[in-house]
């Protein structure tokens, strides 16, 4: 079997940059190691990620609630609310704040949308954190996943004056987004600023342009932009999140291997990954 790294694949910048302030937020540790360090939601959807993380002196919580007054908060790539920023800023938690600026232009569009009186369509995931933190912003907002719910918002939808404002979670498909924002252009006014992040594109390009007969994408189940390389695949697809579920892959009749990797997922691993796959077993 051949064994292709499919490039780019890793590590986006946005993922760079929190897993950056996270450690260097760990590092102050060593001089005050009475201070208490959380993280609100995953940092990045990756459990080698977040183990390590756990390793170096974080705590992860589901909610603010979870944070003693005082203590320091890292909040994820994914983005917040303001509400969640105000509740912060009220209680005395110290925060640091890793939301990717691709997040945030995310969040800042939609804001001005709803500011025009636009109805704000996201298109993502209903309960994901980016999601979450988008619907935040603007209080109020549809929330489309696919093609289908489109068509099926634009049925029980009857206002055809209506205006949308249309977004999109970063890393979702990025052809999904362009076939849901034309879905709903024949029954609203609508602008739209709906994209997919550049590195999520480049990473879903190269899959979709890899000529073997299997690509093995590297990754947690709970990130979505690993699910979405998955769903790019012109050809067969494998996911695995750690290194045992890389050895229990049944690859048999797999003749050329693309393998690439989510933006959260360490480089060592896929390194290791490779190294197994070729037989390098040391
Ligand atoms: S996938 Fe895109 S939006 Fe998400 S952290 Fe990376 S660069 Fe930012």
């Given amino acids: 079997m051949t064994i292709s790294v499919i490039e780019p694949h890793g590590f986006c910048a946005g993922v760079t940059a929190a897993l950056k302030k996270a450690l260097s937020l760990a590092a102050t540790l060593r001089d005050n190691p009475s201070t208490s360090l959380y993280c609100l939601h995953e940092l990045v959807h990756n459990e080698i990620v977040v183990d390590e993380l756990k390793k170096r002196g974080f705590t992860f919580v589901e909610s603010l609630t979870e944070v003693p007054d005082g203590a320091t908060v890292l909040f994820s790539a994914h983005g917040v609310a303001p509400?969640?920023?105000?509740?912060?800023?009220?209680?005395?938690?110290?925060?640091?704040?890793?939301?990717?600026?691709?997040?945030?232009?995310?969040?800042?569009?939609?804001?001005?949308?709803?500011?025009?009186?636009?109805?704000?369509?996201?298109?993502?995931?209903?309960?994901?954190?980016?999601?979450?933190?988008?619907?935040?912003?603007?209080?109020?907002?549809?929330?489309?996943?696919?093609?289908?719910?489109?068509?099926?918002?634009?049925?029980?939808?009857?206002?055809?004056?209506?205006?949308?404002?249309?977004?999109?979670?970063?890393?979702?498909?990025?052809?999904?987004v362009a076939e849901i924002v034309a879905a709903l252009k024949p029954s609203f006014k609508v602008e739209t600023t709906a994209e997919v992040c550049n590195a999520t594109k480049l990473r879903q390009d190269a899959v979709k342009a890899f000529g073997g007969d299997a690509v093995l994408v590297l990754g947690s189940a709970s990130s979505s932009n690993t699910a979405r390389l998955c769903e790019c695949a012109p050809c067969r697809a494998f996911r695995a999140g750690t290194m045992d579920e890389v050895k229990s892959l049944d690859l048999s009749g797999v003749t050329h291997l693309g393998v690439t990797s989510g933006a959260s997922t360490p480089e060592e691993f896929l390194k290791a990954a490779v190294a197994w796959l070729r037989g390098e077993r040391t």
Avoid: W, Y
């Fill in 83 to 176: 509400q969640i920023r105000e509740t912060a800023k009220v209680r005395g938690i110290r925060v640091v704040d890793a939301t990717c600026p691709f997040v945030e232009r995310v969040h800042k569009a939609a804001r001005e949308f709803a500011e025009r009186g636009l109805h704000v369509v996201v298109i993502g995931h209903p309960g994901h954190i980016e999601v979450k933190g988008i619907v935040g912003e603007v209080g109020e907002a549809v929330v489309i996943s696919n093609v289908a719910a489109a068509k099926e918002f634009c049925a029980a939808t009857a206002d055809a004056a209506a205006r949308l404002g249309v977004v999109s979670q970063t890393t979702m498909n990025a052809d999904e």
